[in-house]
């Protein structure tokens, strides 16, 4: 028995050695135990113990996608915590390297429990395992829970994401399921009864079934006949270029048009004397040094400054020492310096520029807080700077503000007036709507298509990543907002865009391909 048991110990199977080693920290022959034919493939405890790593990978899994999938708003989510903690991080990118470990680390225990089950071998995974599985499935269990909560948008964004990625995960899916196919027919082949082999390849088949025939009900409007293909969206300057200079800072503008941008964005603001500026946020804090200049003032309302205090202060060092986006290209040594001397700039310079570039200009338009001078002029102000001090063309202006429209209709006609929300297309031909600016999660082609119907265009925010803007593309966008104008001015046709009669060979080759595959497993 003592012999037996040494020649056990230093017999040579490196395979299952490392399989066992890095799986249950078993790495002698003595310790591991074969799967005896008809039992099963591991104890009880241990039994019960093996979905939690399957769920581990579902749910870590279905976490990395999602956050994958979101990077488009990666820059909203950084600065949402830079509100809420005071301190710039790009906590996105970290999340998204944790999110990408974790789900590492348990494919690579599962891929070791499917080895193992392969080779005959008992599963017993080692206790600090148990715990690193027990952490993953809590943690992306939570994380998904506290985005649903908070961030529910980002599911819809998912769903459109499906649209262009749907044939290549249903190839993904196959050869999962080709790969899982190896053990279990080991473990259905060594069952002694009928009830067990029903109970192991019946699920396994009804999946298997459900995947060769979900692309009869996808749909991606990326899957087109050649020459239905509508023309290229137009790019829209999102505050300019912020991933290239200061946003809202004239720089930011400059650059939007170097980069071949059709159209700039921005958002206005009324100073305390009545001089209308660009500012996204509520308060100074963020793009400008007034923590430098007027610490006790960095919380006050940007619209309660008078326009000469807010001269003093720079706006685009920030820039250079927060680095707002983790895909920021290197900036040359004139960019910096140019960038290190921007400040606050008018709405009349603005509109000036666009006008000597024969831009479009839209903007979001900030009412005045209680006690303002100009609460209740916030629009009268505004018109006269466009109308009287800019010289702008008024078809350059795309109207967005739903206050008082009917009175900035009969002021300023020649603006083109835009909503921003979806509604019946008599109401927008009522009110002599021309463009519809939305939300990118509200993409809907059969929308874009009925609205186009009637003359109306459509306008999406915030796209910035190509597939998304591929998507746009392929659904009859007419233009999009984006702070990528540079990366998305050079793509030359959507990506993932293919003819249905390419499609269906894709889809039918995998198909063939993995029940030929899967069948050999089974016969041999």
Known sequence: VVRRRLLQRYEHQPFISCLAGFYSCRWKRYQRRRTEPGKCCCKPRECMFFPLLVGAFCFSLVFLYMWGEAKNDYN???????????????????????????????????????????????L????????????????????????????????????????????YLHIGAIIIMVLLSWPLALHAIRADKKVVQVIILGPYLAILLFLFLIPLGMYSPCIRET??????????GHRGAPMLAPENTEMSFQKTIEHGGDGLETDVTISYDGVPFLMHDSTLRRTTNIKEVYPNDTAQNAALFSWDTLQELNAGTWFLKDKPFSCMDSLSRADENQAMNQSIYKLSNFLRLADSQNKLVIFDLYRPPEKHPYRNSWINRTLEVILNESGIRPHLVLWLENDMRS???????????????????????????????LAYTEMSSEDIRKYAEANITTNFYVVNEPWLFSLAWCSGAHSVTTNAVHMLKNLSQPLFLMTPQQYNIMWILTDLTSVLLISLIFAL
Request: aromatic share 16%.
């Open 407 to 437: 009175f900035v209709q009969s002021v300023a006609p020649g603006f083109q007036q835009t909503m921003g929300s979806k509604a019946p297309v008599e109401d927008l031909l009522m009110d002599n709507i021309v463009k519809l600016n």
């Open 76 to 122: 909203n989510f950084d600065w949402y915590n830079y509100g809420n903690l005071g301190f710039w991080f790009l906590w996105s990118l970290v999340l998204l390297i944790v999110a990408a470990i974790l789900f590492m680390y348990i494919t690579l225990l599962l891929v070791l429990a499917m080895c193992l089950l392969a080779e005959g071998q008992q």
């Open 124 to 167: 017993h995974l080692h206790w600090s395992h148990k715990i690193g599985t027990f952490l993953v499935l809590v943690f992306s269990i939570t994380a998904l829970f506290i985005f649903s909560v908070l961030w529910g948008d980002q599911w819809k964004t998912v769903r459109l994401s499906f649209q262009v990625t749907a044939p």
């Open 227 to 236: 020459g239905t293909l509508g023309p290229k969206p137009t790019l829209i």
